[in-house]
């Protein structure tokens, strides 16, 4: 089992930048790739980005590439989110998620709460 829990959100205003982090236990991350995802009220849970579990490739939606990077550091167990230029579109609850050896995410974070003020 694989325990996640994202921290880092907060209440921003347009323009602004927020790093999120995603601190894992139970399991270390290293064969794991990582995922953030975002749900918006009334809206369907999106994807965000990845980064694979063998290598730093990463993967972005199209609506965040050039402010959003995520990265990982296998040593301290955490995934980040590095977020700038932020929108009011990019409000949402984000989590985190974890998929053994690039299968499906089984494993899901609580969510951490993203604002971003007009």
């Known amino acids: 089992q694989v325990q996640l829990v994202e921290s880092g959100g907060g209440l921003v205003q347009t323009g602004g930048s927020l790093r999120l982090s995603c601190a894992a236990s139970?399991?270390?991350?290293?064969?794991?790739?990582m995922g953030w995802f975002r749900q918006a009220p009334g809206k369907e849970r999106e994807f965000v980005a990845r980064?694979?579990?063998?290598?730093?490739?990463?993967n972005y939606a199209d609506s965040v590439k050039g402010r959003f990077t995520i990265s990982r550091d296998n040593a301290k167990n955490t995934v980040y989110l590095q977020m700038s230029s932020l929108k009011p579109e990019d409000t949402a609850l984000y989590y985190c998620?974890?998929?053994?050896?690039?299968?499906?995410?089984?494993?899901w974070g609580q969510g951490t709460q993203v604002t971003v003020s007009s």
């Open positions: 998620a974890a998929a053994f050896a690039g299968g499906e995410y089984n494993y």
């Open positions: 139970g399991r270390t991350i290293s064969r794991y790739t």
């Open positions: 980064i694979l579990y063998s290598s730093t490739y990463t």
